[in-house]
């Protein structure tokens, strides 16, 4: 109970000092000031872009996995290079791929190029091609706001038909119907048949704004005869997903003819590859951010201790005076630590409170949310921060003898 008195008596004698030397209070906060409202920022954005890219990143399909020739991220230019020498996937083997999934699982072959598309006198150049099957539209988060998508007749190739993305019908048709128009796709026409919904930002859907998508017959037909495949296999169980990976590299195997001590030619990628890149550029963009936060707190920790050193010299009577009716060390020490964290934590505050209309701005660049978690850890900073930074000038204070304090006046 005593201990909790002497709290309660330090903060009444800490926030008075306070008020008197507001000034003074207020200057000797800007570092912890800039420091916390740096690592509070910092953590909105992070926080924001790590919830909006694991959302898009889902977009994916959380039971689905990609087989390619190559990883999706590789770490040097000579594995990039042993990687492209790899022999390409082909429609064939996508096909006999499935044959050896169980059945509950079902593969989707996705390869794309480029071409010019036409509509009329408008072009619009450079538009990704995809040649898929009408089950594409099952492993991917896409969906279609106008007409359908391919039907399973027409994914071998029967007709010359296309989804297209919101950009490309935007673009071309400019406001008139684009269901039942022929569009020039390179050299050929093709009927248009759906529309997609617009995408946004979802990864890697978002291609899809900026796509036509056509059966993959036509696309051997019409324009690679030889495509490099990507297989989007649909595993139907996210909580089976590394199970499912080993299946399917057996498989893979098996369909490549790949001797048993021979290694992988082709890589199997998933959601959890963008995943952990991001977790890995997140961290040091982390890493730099507190460093710089490190700096301003160390500096506002200095200020901090400076002014509580001339604070006790300017009380060094007062000192005295309540050791000789018999405060403790204790009482003092806690008196001044308070005054420290205090000083310190009216800095996290206005952090704070700064940092709700910064986090406003921010997301006019970047997706960013501030969360109880931030805040808590905000005034946790400012607070270790103001008691790091005072108790050498506290300890000082509670070690004075109180005959030579009285003297100081």
Same mark, same amino acid.
């Given at each position: 109970?005593?201990?909790?008195?002497?709290?309660?008596?330090?903060?009444?004698?800490?926030?008075?000092?306070?008020?008197?030397?507001?000034?003074?209070?207020?200057?000797?906060?800007?570092?912890?000031?800039?420091?916390?409202?740096?690592?509070?920022?910092?953590?909105?954005?992070?926080?924001?872009?790590?919830?909006?890219?694991?959302?898009?990143?889902?977009?994916?399909?959380?039971?689905?996995?990609?087989?390619?020739?190559?990883?999706?991220?590789?770490?040097?230019?000579?594995?990039?290079?042993?990687?492209?020498?790899?022999?390409?996937?082909?429609?064939?083997?996508?096909?006999?791929?499935?044959?050896?999934?169980?059945?509950?699982?079902?593969?989707?072959?996705?390869?794309?190029?480029?071409?010019?598309?036409?509509? +009329?006198?408008?072009?619009?150049?450079?538009?990704?091609?995809?040649?898929?099957?009408?089950? &594409?539209?099952?492993?991917?988060?896409?969906?279609?706001?106008?007409?359908?998508?391919?039907?399973?007749?027409?994914?071998?190739?029967?007709?010359?038909?296309?989804?297209?993305?919101?950009?490309?019908?935007?673009?071309?048709?400019?406001?008139?119907?684009?269901?039942?128009?022929?569009?020039?796709?390179?050299?050929?026409?093709?009927?248009?048949?759906?529309?997609f919904e617009k995408q946004g930002e979802a990864i890697p859907q978002a291609a899809l704004d900026d796509a036509v998508v056509i059966p993959v017959g036509q696309f051997i037909?019409?324009?690679?005869?030889?495509?490099?495949?990507?297989?989007?296999? +649909?595993?139907?169980?996210?909580?089976?997903?590394?199970?499912?990976?080993?299946?399917?590299?057996?498989?893979?195997?098996?369909?490549?003819?790949?001797?048993?001590?021979?290694?992988?030619?082709?890589?199997?990628?998933?959601?959890?590859?963008?995943?952990?890149?991001?977790?890995?550029?997140?961290?040091?963009?982390?890493?730099?951010?507190?460093?710089?936060?490190?700096?301003?707190? &160390?500096?506002?920790?200095?200020?901090?201790?400076?002014?509580?050193?001339?604070?006790?010299?300017?009380?060094?009577?007062?000192?005295?005076?309540?050791?000789?009716?018999?405060?403790?060390?204790?009482?003092?020490?806690?008196?001044?630590?308070?005054?420290?964290?205090?000083?310190?934590?009216?800095?996290?505050?206005?952090?704070?409170?700064?940092?709700?209309?910064?986090?406003?701005?921010?997301?006019?660049?970047?997706?960013?949310?501030?969360?109880?978690?931030?805040?808590?850890?905000?005034?946790?900073?400012?607070?270790?921060?103001?008691?790091?930074?005072?108790?050498?000038?506290?300890?000082?204070?509670?070690?004075?003898?109180?005959?030579?304090?009285?003297?100081?006046?």
């Amino acid at each position: 109970m005593r201990f909790v008195a002497e709290i309660f008596e330090g903060l009444a004698i800490a926030l008075d000092a306070i008020r008197v030397h507001k000034l003074r209070a207020a200057l000797t906060t800007l570092g912890v000031i800039i420091g916390v409202l740096t690592v509070t920022l910092m953590s909105a954005a992070i926080n924001g872009i790590k919830t909006s890219f694991s959302e898009n990143v889902m977009a994916l399909g959380a039971d689905t996995l990609y087989v390619s020739r190559m990883d999706w991220f590789i770490g040097s230019p000579d594995e990039w290079i042993k990687q492209s020498r790899r022999p390409r996937i082909t429609l064939e083997q996508i096909r006999q791929l499935e044959r050896l999934l169980p059945p509950q699982q079902f593969c989707i072959p996705y390869a794309e190029g480029t071409q010019p598309v036409k509509f +009329k006198t408008r072009t619009a150049e450079a538009v990704e091609v995809v040649g898929t099957t009408d089950k &594409f539209i099952l492993a991917t988060s896409a969906r279609v706001a106008q007409g359908r998508f391919l039907t399973p007749a027409e994914s071998d190739g029967a007709r010359p038909v296309c989804v297209i993305g919101a950009n490309v019908a935007a673009n071309l048709f400019e406001g008139e119907p684009a269901l039942g128009s022929r569009i020039w796709v390179g050299r050929n026409t093709f009927e248009v048949v759906g529309v997609f919904e617009k995408q946004g930002e979802a990864i890697p859907q978002a291609a899809l704004d900026d796509a036509v998508v056509i059966p993959v017959g036509q696309f051997i037909t019409q324009f690679r005869r030889e495509p490099d495949f990507t297989v989007l296999v +649909k595993t139907g169980d996210p909580g089976r997903l590394g199970e499912a990976r080993e299946e399917l590299r057996g498989a893979m195997r098996r369909v490549r003819r790949l001797p048993p001590d021979a290694e992988d030619d082709f890589a199997i990628n998933s959601q959890e590859s963008y995943l952990d890149l991001f977790n890995r550029v997140g961290g040091r963009i982390a890493a730099a951010g507190l460093f710089v936060t490190g700096l301003a707190l &160390f500096v506002g920790g200095i200020g901090i201790m400076n002014i509580m050193f001339v604070t006790v010299a300017e009380r060094t009577y007062e000192i005295g005076l309540r050791k000789a009716v018999g405060a403790r060390q204790r009482a003092i020490l806690v008196q001044f630590l308070i005054e420290a964290a205090c000083i310190a934590l009216i800095g996290g505050v206005i952090a704070l409170l700064l940092a709700w209309p910064g986090t406003w701005l921010l997301q006019l660049l970047v997706p960013a949310a501030m969360s109880v978690p931030t805040m808590l850890l905000a005034l946790a900073v400012s607070l270790l921060t103001g008691l790091v930074a005072g108790f050498v000038p506290a300890w000082r204070a509670a070690k004075m003898k109180p005959v030579e304090a009285l003297r100081h006046e």
